[in-house]
């Protein structure tokens, strides 16, 4: 039996319609005049252990960048916000979360972490952890989709900080990232700020090395979304017949992922009956992830009904965090 400490609260909202939302994903994208699958599908156990491997990498710039701006202004945003709680969303191992935990138990004010990911077996470790590390810290998890179940974040135990780190918000399309920031301006009080992790657009070579790395861990991780189809749905993709394609788009600003059969290929899908063709060189879009100016950001924010208050960047301007609030909290 394993003993869950009463710190620790777990709510998912995703047991049942979970499978069904990537059977939904894969009929629509593959059957597309232009194959798509959307990103979320990346984060089975594998692919989060991946990822974790790819924030190490050298070229990949925006871990480390948005962790030195965390530790430099963490003791500011603190006192800014006066946050009693954290609501993280697409929190994963909340690797970066513990400087802005140790700032908020250094000023006093540090009450709950409310961490809210897809992957649940990441909640649940997470969760042990922190209760662990901060004694006196509240924990309530929710398994779920950032898109889909914000109404489900508890009531407040005070000021709360949103954090969406990482870069994840630049993983949405233009429209569906503002319908998103406008869903969570609605769900903020008016004490509340959001703290926002965004990269920035730079030297193209830069960002493609970023995106494909020398060890081909990135590869790999693109390639996980074949074997989490395969598994979930049983199909048989041959998942070493794709090639990872990463390239920055100028003109839309974000960079764009795709994975590229190397020869004709037929890909059957047993749970959903259905027969895919791939022709030689053809691609499936697999992730994008747009780069933003701080113009820009400005814009997509108040578009949503948020008002950009701080821009904190580091001295290269690689990374920037912002937060934004309600207008009038
Ligand atoms: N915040 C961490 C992890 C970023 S990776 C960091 O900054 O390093 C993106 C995280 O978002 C993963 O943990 C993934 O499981 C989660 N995620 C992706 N799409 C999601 C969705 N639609 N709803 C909830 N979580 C999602
Ligand atoms: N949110 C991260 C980003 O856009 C996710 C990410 C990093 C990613 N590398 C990736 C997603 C490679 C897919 C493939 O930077």
């Known amino acids: 039996m394993t003993v869950v400490p009463s710190e620790i609260e777990v709510h998912s909202y995703l047991a049942e319609g979970d499978e069904r939302a990537l059977a939904d994903d894969v009929l629509d994208g593959l059957t597309r005049p232009f ?26 710039y925006p871990t480390r960048t948005e962790r030195s701006i965390l530790e430099a202004r963490a003791e500011e945003i603190v006192e800014l916000t006066c946050a009693a709680e954290i609501v993280e969303l697409g929190s994963g191992t909340a690797a970066k979360t513990r400087i802005l935990l140790d700032a908020m138990q250094d000023a006093g004010t540090l009450r709950r972490y409310v961490p809210l990911d897809v992957t649940e077996q990441m909640i649940l470790e997470t969760a042990a952890a922190l209760v662990d590390e901060y004694p006196g810290l509240l924990v309530h998890g929710i ?9 489900h974040l508890p009531a407040p135990l005070g000021p709360r900080l949103v954090a969406f780190l990482g870069g994840t ?21 008016p004490d509340d700020h959001l703290l926002l992790g965004t990269d920035l657009v730079k030297d193209p070579t830069m960002l493609e090395a970023a995106y494909d790395d020398s060890q081909g861990v990135t590869a790999e991780f693109n390639r996980n979304v074949l ?36 020869s004709r290929q037929h890909v059957h899908i047993g749970a959903l009956g259905l027969d895919v063709e791939f ?16 113009k820009r950001l400005g814009a997509d924010l108040a578009a949503s009904g948020l008002e950009l208050r701080e821009v904190l960047t580091d001295p290269d301007e690689l990374f920037v965090l912002s937060l934004s609030a309600r207008p009038g909290g």
């Open 35 to 60: 194959k798509e699958l959307p990103p979320k599908h990346f984060y089975d156990a594998r692919g989060a252990e991946l990822f974790d491997r790819i924030c190490d990498l050298p070229e990949y």
């Open 169 to 189: 918000i630049g993983n949405f399309t233009p429209g569906s990232r503002r319908r998103f920031l406008r869903g969570l301006a609605k769900a903020m009080g």
């Open 227 to 262: 074997r989490v189809v395969n598994r979930e749905l049983d199909a048989d993709f041959d998942v070493d017949a794709f090639d990872h394609v990463a390239f920055f788009d100028r003109e839309r600003e974000w960079i764009e992922m795709r994975l590229r059969a190397s």
């Open 279 to 294: 022709e030689p060189r053809e691609e499936l879009r697999t992730e994008i992830s747009a780069k933003f100016t701080i």
């Open 143 to 151: 398994v779920g989709d950032f898109e889909r179940h914000l109404r």
